[in-house]
């Protein structure tokens, strides 16, 4: 599987993003979906994450409320969107997917990564 993020940009506190993750290859399978951040000088962090079915989701804290993430398996993408976002959101953001169907808020468990996509938001 391969895993491609777009979307990302540099935008002012407050504004919103919508990040992209197309999927192509062998996407058949029960992938769950999961987006993790690399800010600068700092580990690679969770964001979200979403079962195959979209059923089941999980959150950071510190995005809980203003993030939101879905997919649309008919079109193998899924989708992070960002409100309300903060400098402290400025980071590398990356899509994955695990073959856990229900997703994993642990990034060991991700076996597909994409490329990662830069959001800066200035304050």
């Known amino acids: 599987v391969q895993l491609q993020a777009s979307g990302g940009g540099l935008v002012q506190a407050g504004d919103s993003l919508r990040l992209s993750c197309a999927a192509s290859?062998?996407?058949?399978?029960?992938?769950?979906m999961g987006w993790f951040r690399r800010a600068p000088g700092k580990e690679r962090e969770f964001v979200s994450a979403m079962s195959w079915s979209g059923s089941i989701t999980n959150y950071a804290d510190s995005v809980k409320g203003r993030f939101t993430i879905s997919r649309d398996n008919a079109r193998n993408t899924g989708y992070l969107q960002m409100d309300s976002l903060k400098p402290e959101d400025t980071a590398v953001y990356y899509c994955a997917a695990t073959t856990l169907s229900s997703g994993s808020i642990y990034s060991s468990q991700y076996k597909y990564w994409g490329q990662g996509t830069q959001v800066t938001v200035s304050s």
């Open positions: 290859g062998r996407t058949s399978s029960r992938y769950g």
